[in-house]
């Protein structure tokens, strides 16, 4: 932990003495000098080698001295100059999540730093040892030099010399190479207990005594099955080959000395600045320097990585878009900057990291002196992601090959089995079993016979008989007389057909994509008959199940509620817009400012370019009443407004995820000089947000009424900030967004202290059509035995609606919906035993023990009564429901008890259960449906 070291200070107690006053003096500009930063690649020393001690020594208790004293100088620094100083001890320990094997490094250090101290005291006690002493002392520091190897790789922006000790980008998924084909391909076939049994079999015949048979006969099939599935192997790694040659051949442009040029992917190292164009395909992770779009965002597919087909922007950092915008896009093609990131990792999302405009300095490999800009995710553009609505990109090249976040999550290719094969090789084993009985059986009863009547059949004698193994002669050939129970035509007989069905896959003209022209492609042989064994499909709703074109249906301002009708461009919405309603034009304006929507102008045509097609249609719906998104340059934005143009600056965007469930933007008005904050999200995430004197109810009326057309709903706030407010809270903000560990914990925290005490505006309702022939689909699955379910993170209305349009659930009156709700693992387990409890009331489900029970296809109106008095209001705080009318015994051993969501203790969770009971009996002719809240079910 400290700042530097008597290596690197330069020679003697002199240099150290000067560096610690230097790091004492300037805690903000403290050298980088003692922290040795490397890739998991290369050995990077400070100044790129090993430090010598060129003098003398000063007197060891002086150099303790200061090295405790710069020791307690980084124990009291502020968690600011933590950011600004970058302190690769204190920052790896505390994050302790790039290393998994830290804590056991760290115990070796403990023991290198005693067995210093120990060293050292020797030296006080015996000055003729100094010598020694100090060569031994050199060697510590040098040790502790190594220690730091791998914490930290730092990037030197075409500098090809510095980043030499980096891996190249060949990309490589084959599974086997010339030399390990062969025994691999041995060693995976004879993992199977059926091609083991052949090979013992075989081995059993090439004795003469045992079968009059050629062993060729055995032998011969034995080769051609394993022949077949090597050459079945074979052509699967061959095309895995193949798609390997074809990513590392491709060409892309890569600025090299100042000038662009066309290379290879392979031959792409740590520290190119590449060039990508719209629909290109990333062949490394690399961090944006700038693109085309004059305000940084840049957008990116990355269905190859996560699945999910919606664009996500990336943005250029401040100080280089300023700089670009300043002197050109030389600034980006010929950077010369360091970038400061972690090792390698499969933490797909996550990238703390810094990075300096500036180079390092002549000859050493250490990031700059000066304050870095602080990175994170959405300056990294993975590897094998699309570019998407964007001309241009350029980007710095931080991981590559294999090391890339899409490379360190892939592992290496495994050996897939189908379920046939795994059922024939247990079927295997139980054969043989039966097998080894019949012949410990039938042998010792051929042996009875062949010894008992050895004198009356002499012609049958045996010249083994005089051995020692002539009693295993019998049992022996038993056993291969009765191998024809594994046929061994078998396995040849599925790998062929393996190779078949491929093959009717690859050329099934219902499988044709016209859109795309793509056939379907199989990559792997060996399991294509696992598609017969299906018996769940998990689908994700949005883009899969609907086409992902949102269209703008309805919405609410207050209590006032807008029919779709009445959000035509000549509705009531829209003249009360133009009459100058507050409420409206409020309502307008965080639909167009609360985004990331950016207004472009291609081939005449006005275009909106944004990660999610919900942003679009919001912004499109305000335009049509009178609220234009007209411009978007960085930070600055331009409204019209009824013709009246409008200018704001954002200053702070708090962005949306899957986690946070709202996006929030805080804007300036340009003439007013007045902050807003406005906000978007999920009912529940807002609501709870208000302030105190906001009454949600009628909203949520509108609301629950749009969510039951299927419609997908989100929640308006806004509310005034000071600028003292605003001042005090961006400077903790500026502190989180540079931290190294924990970066968004710490954007949560702060995050939530500005989200708060908002005033409601409304909601809005936008509809996402389904696929084409997408309720026969799941009918044809369903008929064929599958079960289908569809996960989606809307609302539980907006969710039946959409599963009862998609024939997912059968909008029947012979049908019954069972609501399984709860927050934690006890309370959903709590509420499916109810129900299967019910269920045996109403012999549906056999109770154990009992035979199958009766299955009545209709329920009568008095069981449709009882199903649906079942449930009550509990446990309020989490919105979970139990069934009452049941008694449940709940196993408590199966239940995560490291739940944070749990209801507590067992003896809290029987006396709320028997407190319910008792209110139930009392209110049995008053029962009230199952309350549904904003939680998701």
Not at 377 to 395: F, K, P, R, S
Request: with cysteine; net charge neutral.
């Amino acid at each position: 932990k400290r700042a530097t070291t008597p290596a690197a200070a330069g020679g003697g107690g002199g240099g150290a003495a000067a560096a610690a006053a230097t790091a004492h003096k300037s805690p903000s500009s403290a050298s980088l000098t003692g922290n040795t930063y490397s890739s998991s690649s290369s050995d990077l020393r400070v100044g790129g080698q090993k430090k010598k001690k060129r003098g003398g020594r000063k007197k060891l208790k002086q150099q303790q001295q200061q090295q405790q004293t710069i020791e307690e100088h980084h124990r009291g620094r502020s968690d600011t100059d933590d950011i600004v100083d970058v302190k690769v001890d204190s920052e790896y320990e505390s994050s302790g999540s790039e290393d998994d094997g830290y804590r056991h490094h760290q115990q070796q250090q403990q023991q290198r730093r005693k067995k210093n101290r120990a060293t050292r005291e020797n030296v006080n006690n015996s000055s003729n040892n100094s010598k020694n002493n100090n060569n031994n002392d050199e060697e510590d520091d040098e040790e502790e030099l190594d220690e730091h190897a791998g914490k930290y790789r730092v990037v030197h922006g075409g500098d090809p010399k510095k980043n030499s000790g980096f891996k190249d980008n060949r990309v490589k998924n084959t599974k086997y190479t010339a030399l390990n084909f062969v025994p691999k391909q041995l060693s995976e076939q004879f993992s199977l207990h059926m091609n083991r049994y052949f090979l013992l079999i075989a081995c059993l015949q090439l004795i003469s005594i045992l079968t009059p048979v050629n062993p060729i006969t055995t032998w011969g099939p034995l080769l051609v099955i394993f022949s077949i599935t090597a050459v079945k192997e074979w052509m699967d790694d061959r095309a895995r080959g193949q798609e390997d040659r074809k990513a590392n051949e491709a060409m892309f442009d890569v600025s090299r000395n100042g000038a662009m040029m066309k290379i290879m992917s392979q031959d792409i190292r740590v520290g190119d600045i590449l060039r990508l164009e719209e629909g290109g395909q990333f062949p490394c992770d690399v961090v944006l320097l700038g693109s085309s779009s004059p305000d940084g965002v840049v957008y990116i597919q990355t269905a190859n990585l996560d699945g999910e087909t919606d664009f996500k922007p990336r943005y250029v950092v401040k100080p280089l878009l300023e700089a670009t915008k300043e002197k050109g896009e030389d600034v980006v093609s010929n950077f010369r900057g360091v970038v400061l990131c972690a090792p390698p990792n499969a933490s797909v999302y996550k990238f703390d990291s810094r990075m300096w405009l500036e180079p390092s300095p002549r000859g050493s490999l250490e990031p700059p002196t000066s304050d870095p800009i602080p990175l994170s995710g959405e300056q990294l553009i993975q590897q094998t992601t699309t570019l998407q609505n964007t001309d241009y990109v350029y980007g710095l090249a931080v991981y590559t090959g294999m090391e890339t976040k899409y490379g360190m999550n892939r592992g290496e290719t495994p050996t897939k089995y189908t379920k046939v094969d795994k059922f024939i090789n247990m079927i295997a084993i139980i054969i043989f079993i039966f097998q080894l009985v019949l012949v410990v059986v039938f042998g010792a009863i051929g042996n009875a016979l062949r010894f008992g009547d050895e004198e009356s059949m002499w012609y049958l004698a045996d010249p083994s008989d005089s051995e020692w193994y002539h009693k295993l002669v019998i049992p022996l050939r038993f056993l291969l007389l009765n191998s024809t129970m594994i046929p061994i035509s078998l396995k040849v007989t599925l790998d062929l057909c393996k190779i078949l069905y491929a093959k009717f896959i690859h050329v099934d003209v219902e499988l044709f994509d016209p859109v795309s022209g793509e056939r379907a492609y199989p990559k792997n042989t060996s399991i294509s008959e696992d598609l017969g064994q299906t018996q769940y499909i998990l689908s994700d709703k949005t883009g899969t199940l609907t086409q992902n074109t949102m269209e703008f249906s309805q919405c609410s301002v207050g209590d006032r509620s807008y029919s779709q009708n009445d959000c035509r461009e000549d509705g009531p919405l829209a003249r009360a817009i133009k009459n100058g309603s507050k409420a409206e034009i409020d309502m307008m304006r965080n639909f167009a400012l609360n985004n990331s929507v950016v207004p472009t102008v291609k081939n005449g045509m006005r275009q909106f370019r944004a990660a999610s097609p919900d942003e679009v249609a919001l912004v499109k719906a305000a335009e049509r009443f009178g609220v234009s998104l007209h411009k978007r340059d960085g930070p600055r934005v331009t409204l019209k407004i009824n013709g009246k143009v409008e200018k704001w600056r954002s200053h702070a965007v708090l962005e949306f995820s899957s986690t946070r469930k709202r996006m929030s933007v805080v804007v300036e008005n340009e003439e007013t000089k007045e902050l807003r904050l406005f906000i978007k999200g999920a009912d529940d995430k807002i609501i709870e947000r208000l302030a105190k004197s906001e009454d949600p109810k009628p909203m949520m009326v509108h609301l629950e009424a749009a969510a039951s057309l299927g419609l997908r709903t989100l929640v308006y706030a806004q509310r005034p900030l000071s600028r003292k407010e605003f001042d005090s809270w961006s400077g903790e903000l500026k502190e989180a967004q540079a931290a190294m560990e924990d970066r968004q914990g710490q954007l949560a925290r702060v995050y939530k202290l500005l989200e708060k005490n908002f005033v409601l505006q409304g909601s809005s309702a936008i509809e996402d059509k389904l696929q084409d022939q997408v309720p026969e689909t799941i009918q044809l699955l369903r008929d064929a035995g599958i079960k289908f379910w569809m996960l989606t993170g809307d609302k539980y209305s907006t969710a039946l609606q959409i599963a009862t349009s998609c024939n997912l659930k059968a909008n029947s009156r012979n049908s019954h919906l069972f609501s399984i709700e709860g927050t934690s693992k006890r309370a959903v387990k709590r509420s499916i035993a109810g129900h299967l409890q019910s269920l045996r009331e109403l012999k549906f489900v056999p109770k154990d023990g009992e035979e199958d029970a009766e299955q009545p296809t209709i329920l009568s109106p008095r069981q449709r009564r009882h199903l649906t008095r079942n449930g009550d209001e509990d446990d309020e705080s989490h919105g979970s429901v139990r069934l009452h009318q049941v008694s449940v015994d709940i196993n408590d051993g199966d239940s995560d008890s490291s739940d944070s969501d749990a209801d507590g203790d067992d003896e809290n969770e029987r006396k709320r259960s028997t407190r319910n009971k008792k209110k139930n009996k009392k209110n049995k002719k008053k029962r009230k449906q199952p309350r549904r809240n904003g939680h998701t079910n």
